[in-house]
Protein backbone atom coordinates (compact mmCIF):
# COMPACT_ATOMS: atom_id res chain seq x y z
CA UNK A 1 0.00 0.00 0.00
CA UNK A 2 1.25 3.42 -0.95
CA UNK A 3 1.73 5.82 2.10
CA UNK A 4 1.36 9.48 1.39
CA UNK A 5 3.64 11.72 2.03
CA UNK A 6 3.05 14.86 3.98
CA UNK A 7 4.04 16.90 1.77
CA UNK A 8 1.68 15.27 -1.07
CA UNK A 9 -1.08 15.82 1.50
CA UNK A 10 -0.42 19.34 1.95
CA UNK A 11 -0.21 20.17 -1.48
CA UNK A 12 -3.77 18.11 -2.66
CA UNK A 13 -5.76 19.67 -0.08
CA UNK A 14 -4.67 23.49 -1.25
CA UNK A 15 -2.74 24.16 2.16
CA UNK A 16 -0.21 27.31 1.72
CA UNK A 17 3.10 26.64 0.68
CA UNK A 18 4.65 27.67 4.51
CA UNK A 19 2.38 25.14 5.81
CA UNK A 20 4.00 22.30 4.61
CA UNK A 21 7.08 22.59 7.20
CA UNK A 22 6.63 25.87 8.75
CA UNK A 23 9.52 24.79 11.00
CA UNK A 24 11.67 25.31 8.19
CA UNK A 25 10.22 28.24 6.33
CA UNK A 26 12.18 30.89 5.73
CA UNK A 27 9.55 33.45 6.43
CA UNK A 28 8.54 32.10 9.63
CA UNK A 29 12.25 31.88 10.91
CA UNK A 30 12.14 35.88 9.81
CA UNK A 31 9.43 36.39 11.75
CA UNK A 32 10.26 34.53 14.41
CA UNK A 33 13.68 36.82 14.77
CA UNK A 34 12.11 40.05 14.30
CA UNK A 35 9.88 38.92 17.61
CA UNK A 36 13.00 38.44 19.27
CA UNK A 37 14.04 41.92 19.01
CA UNK A 38 11.09 42.80 20.64
CA UNK A 39 12.18 40.84 23.81
CA UNK A 40 14.07 41.69 26.73
CA UNK A 41 17.62 40.81 26.74
CA UNK A 42 20.06 40.15 24.22
CA UNK A 43 18.38 39.17 20.74
CA UNK A 44 21.65 37.92 19.59
CA UNK A 45 21.73 35.26 21.84
CA UNK A 46 22.71 32.25 20.95
CA UNK A 47 25.84 33.25 18.81
CA UNK A 48 29.20 32.19 18.93
CA UNK A 49 30.39 34.96 20.98
CA UNK A 50 27.31 34.87 23.62
CA UNK A 51 27.76 31.02 24.21
CA UNK A 52 30.83 31.15 26.08
CA UNK A 53 29.41 32.14 29.98
CA UNK A 54 28.97 29.52 32.75
CA UNK A 55 25.89 30.69 34.11
CA UNK A 56 22.28 28.33 33.41
CA UNK A 57 20.93 29.85 30.58
CA UNK A 58 24.45 30.10 28.60
CA UNK A 59 24.96 26.20 29.30
CA UNK A 60 21.54 25.31 28.14
CA UNK A 61 21.80 27.48 24.87
CA UNK A 62 24.99 25.77 24.26
CA UNK A 63 22.82 22.15 24.98
CA UNK A 64 20.85 23.89 22.53
CA UNK A 65 22.70 24.62 19.73
CA UNK A 66 24.13 21.53 19.27
CA UNK A 67 20.59 19.39 19.46
CA UNK A 68 18.38 22.26 17.26
CA UNK A 69 18.35 22.84 13.48
CA UNK A 70 19.85 25.33 12.63
CA UNK A 71 17.54 27.25 10.20
CA UNK A 72 14.68 26.49 12.26
CA UNK A 73 11.66 28.37 13.89
CA UNK A 74 12.08 25.75 16.80
CA UNK A 75 15.44 27.08 17.23
CA UNK A 76 14.96 30.90 17.23
CA UNK A 77 11.97 29.84 19.84
CA UNK A 78 13.71 27.86 21.78
CA UNK A 79 16.94 30.84 22.18
CA UNK A 80 14.22 33.58 22.81
CA UNK A 81 13.22 31.83 25.76
CA UNK A 82 16.77 31.57 26.93
CA UNK A 83 17.35 35.33 25.88
CA UNK A 84 14.35 35.96 28.18
CA UNK A 85 15.64 33.79 30.57
CA UNK A 86 18.96 35.30 30.88
CA UNK A 87 18.04 38.35 31.37
CA UNK A 88 15.60 37.73 33.76
CA UNK A 89 18.51 36.23 35.58
CA UNK A 90 20.81 39.03 35.63
CA UNK A 91 17.71 41.69 36.36
CA UNK A 92 17.27 39.14 39.64
CA UNK A 93 21.14 39.28 40.35
CA UNK A 94 21.44 43.08 40.17
CA UNK A 95 23.98 42.85 37.63
CA UNK A 96 23.47 44.20 34.21
CA UNK A 97 24.93 43.28 31.36
CA UNK A 98 27.06 46.82 30.39
CA UNK A 99 27.66 47.70 34.46
CA UNK A 100 30.04 49.62 35.16
CA UNK A 101 33.79 47.93 35.63
CA UNK A 102 37.25 48.80 35.78
CA UNK A 103 39.08 46.87 33.07
CA UNK A 104 42.76 46.04 33.41
CA UNK A 105 45.30 44.52 30.96
CA UNK A 106 49.23 43.61 31.61
CA UNK A 107 51.26 42.31 30.31
CA UNK A 108 55.61 41.80 31.32
CA UNK A 109 58.31 44.16 30.01
CA UNK A 110 60.75 42.69 27.48
CA UNK A 111 59.12 39.02 27.78
CA UNK A 112 59.19 38.35 23.91
CA UNK A 113 62.95 39.38 24.15
CA UNK A 114 63.71 37.24 26.60
CA UNK A 115 62.19 34.18 25.88
CA UNK A 116 63.41 33.90 22.44
CA UNK A 117 66.73 33.23 23.92
CA UNK A 118 65.62 31.40 27.07
CA UNK A 119 63.12 28.61 25.01
CA UNK A 120 60.00 27.20 26.00
CA UNK A 121 60.72 25.11 28.62
CA UNK A 122 62.28 28.30 30.86
CA UNK A 123 59.09 30.43 29.24
CA UNK A 124 56.64 28.31 31.02
CA UNK A 125 58.20 27.92 33.88
CA UNK A 126 57.93 31.70 34.23
CA UNK A 127 54.45 32.06 33.30
CA UNK A 128 53.56 29.48 35.65
CA UNK A 129 55.56 31.35 38.86
CA UNK A 130 53.96 35.01 37.28
CA UNK A 131 50.62 33.03 37.67
CA UNK A 132 50.93 31.95 41.03
CA UNK A 133 52.12 35.13 41.83
CA UNK A 134 50.14 37.75 39.93
CA UNK A 135 46.64 36.00 40.06
CA UNK A 136 45.88 35.62 43.64
CA UNK A 137 45.68 39.15 44.47
CA UNK A 138 43.79 39.89 41.73
CA UNK A 139 41.26 37.02 43.03
CA UNK A 140 41.29 38.17 46.09
CA UNK A 141 40.16 41.91 45.13
CA UNK A 142 37.33 40.48 43.34
CA UNK A 143 38.40 40.91 39.86
CA UNK A 144 37.51 38.26 37.37
CA UNK A 145 40.26 37.14 35.10
CA UNK A 146 38.60 37.49 31.52
CA UNK A 147 41.38 36.13 29.13
CA UNK A 148 45.28 34.99 30.11
CA UNK A 149 47.10 36.40 26.80
CA UNK A 150 50.48 35.17 26.63
CA UNK A 151 52.28 37.06 29.10
CA UNK A 152 49.34 39.45 29.92
CA UNK A 153 45.91 39.33 31.66
CA UNK A 154 43.05 40.94 30.79
CA UNK A 155 40.71 40.87 34.22
CA UNK A 156 37.82 43.26 35.32
CA UNK A 157 36.82 44.45 38.71
CA UNK A 158 34.04 46.12 40.34
CA UNK A 159 35.87 49.15 42.01
CA UNK A 160 38.69 50.48 41.02
CA UNK A 161 40.31 51.37 44.24
CA UNK A 162 40.33 47.43 44.90
CA UNK A 163 41.65 46.80 41.26
CA UNK A 164 44.60 49.89 41.86
CA UNK A 165 45.15 47.55 45.13
CA UNK A 166 45.74 44.45 43.39
CA UNK A 167 48.20 45.63 40.29
CA UNK A 168 50.47 47.23 42.98
CA UNK A 169 50.79 44.33 45.45
CA UNK A 170 50.68 41.99 42.46
CA UNK A 171 53.71 44.03 40.77
CA UNK A 172 55.59 43.93 44.45
CA UNK A 173 55.14 40.17 44.16
CA UNK A 174 57.02 39.93 41.02
CA UNK A 175 59.97 41.49 42.39
CA UNK A 176 60.80 38.01 43.57
CA UNK A 177 60.65 35.99 40.77
CA UNK A 178 63.36 35.31 38.55
CA UNK A 179 64.45 32.67 35.64
CA UNK A 180 67.56 32.69 33.67
CA UNK A 181 68.18 36.18 34.47
CA UNK A 182 65.01 37.23 33.93
CA UNK A 183 62.90 39.44 37.16
CA UNK A 184 59.89 40.67 35.29
CA UNK A 185 58.56 43.81 35.15
CA UNK A 186 54.59 43.97 34.65
CA UNK A 187 52.80 46.83 33.22
CA UNK A 188 49.50 47.98 33.79
CA UNK A 189 46.79 49.85 32.18
CA UNK A 190 42.96 50.34 33.53
CA UNK A 191 40.08 52.25 32.40
CA UNK A 192 36.98 52.49 34.26
CA UNK A 193 33.52 52.35 31.62
CA UNK A 194 30.44 50.46 30.45
CA UNK A 195 31.66 47.30 27.99
CA UNK A 196 29.48 44.90 26.59
CA UNK A 197 29.45 41.86 28.59
CA UNK A 198 28.93 38.96 25.85
CA UNK A 199 28.95 35.55 27.58
CA UNK A 200 32.04 35.05 29.76
CA UNK A 201 34.01 37.75 27.57
CA UNK A 202 33.69 41.23 27.71
CA UNK A 203 33.77 43.87 24.48
CA UNK A 204 33.68 47.78 23.10
CA UNK A 205 35.36 50.84 23.01
CA UNK A 206 36.09 50.78 27.01
CA UNK A 207 37.88 47.88 26.43
CA UNK A 208 39.72 49.08 23.74
CA UNK A 209 40.98 51.85 25.76
CA UNK A 210 42.20 50.23 28.94
CA UNK A 211 44.12 48.16 26.25
CA UNK A 212 45.83 51.06 24.96
CA UNK A 213 46.55 52.56 28.43
CA UNK A 214 48.55 49.61 29.55
CA UNK A 215 50.57 50.53 26.13
CA UNK A 216 51.80 53.62 27.57
CA UNK A 217 53.12 51.78 30.63
CA UNK A 218 56.27 51.33 28.24
CA UNK A 219 58.67 51.19 31.22
CA UNK A 220 56.16 49.03 33.49
CA UNK A 221 54.41 51.44 34.99
CA UNK A 222 50.79 51.44 36.19
CA UNK A 223 48.86 53.73 34.24
CA UNK A 224 45.05 54.94 34.83
CA UNK A 225 42.75 56.85 32.47
CA UNK A 226 41.38 59.86 34.16
CA UNK A 227 37.51 57.79 34.63
CA UNK A 228 39.70 55.59 36.36
CA UNK A 229 41.01 58.37 38.11
CA UNK A 230 38.13 60.34 38.78
CA UNK A 231 36.58 57.53 40.99
CA UNK A 232 40.25 57.45 43.33
CA UNK A 233 39.61 60.21 46.22
CA UNK A 234 42.94 61.58 47.37
CA UNK A 235 42.51 60.29 50.72
CA UNK A 236 42.14 56.79 48.32
CA UNK A 237 45.03 57.70 46.81
CA UNK A 238 47.37 58.20 49.95
CA UNK A 239 46.07 55.39 51.53
CA UNK A 240 46.95 53.42 48.19
CA UNK A 241 50.59 55.30 48.58
CA UNK A 242 50.59 56.40 44.98
CA UNK A 243 50.31 60.32 43.69
CA UNK A 244 48.96 60.80 39.82
CA UNK A 245 51.37 62.11 37.38
CA UNK A 246 49.46 63.29 33.88
CA UNK A 247 51.38 61.93 31.16
CA UNK A 248 51.72 64.65 27.76
CA UNK A 249 51.45 62.89 24.80
CA UNK A 250 54.87 62.54 22.73
CA UNK A 251 55.94 65.42 20.93
CA UNK A 252 57.37 64.16 17.91
CA UNK A 253 55.91 60.10 18.67
CA UNK A 254 53.26 59.39 16.61
CA UNK A 255 49.87 60.04 17.67
CA UNK A 256 48.05 56.85 19.24
CA UNK A 257 46.11 54.62 17.95
CA UNK A 258 41.95 53.99 18.89
CA UNK A 259 42.65 56.77 21.37
CA UNK A 260 40.25 60.01 21.21
CA UNK A 261 41.77 63.25 21.51
CA UNK A 262 40.72 64.06 24.38
CA UNK A 263 41.53 61.24 25.95
CA UNK A 264 43.85 61.74 29.39
CA UNK A 265 45.91 58.84 31.05
CA UNK A 266 47.96 58.89 34.63
CA UNK A 267 50.95 57.10 35.61
CA UNK A 268 50.62 56.04 39.28
CA UNK A 269 54.10 56.46 41.24
CA UNK A 270 55.17 55.27 44.40
CA UNK A 271 54.92 58.22 46.79
CA UNK A 272 58.69 58.84 48.18
CA UNK A 273 58.92 58.10 51.83
CA UNK A 274 58.42 61.22 54.41
Not at 15 to 25: E, F, I, Q, V
Not at 133 to 160: H, T, Y
Not at 179 to 189: D, L
Not at 224 to 233: G, H, K, N, Y
Amino acid sequence: MDVESLDERTERSGLPAWLKNPNRNPAVIRAVRRARRLLPGDPDFGDPLSLSGLDGPTAAARAADRLLARQAASREVSLGALQVWQALTQRISGRPANREVTIMFTDLVGFSTWSLRAGDDATLRLLRRVAQVVEPPLLDAGGQIVKRMGDGIMAVFADPVTAVQAAITAREGLKDVAVEGYTPRMRVGMHTGRPQRIGADWLGVDVNLAARVMERATRGELVVSAATLERLTDDGLAELGVEPKRLRRPVFGPRQDGVPADFVMYRLRTRPPH
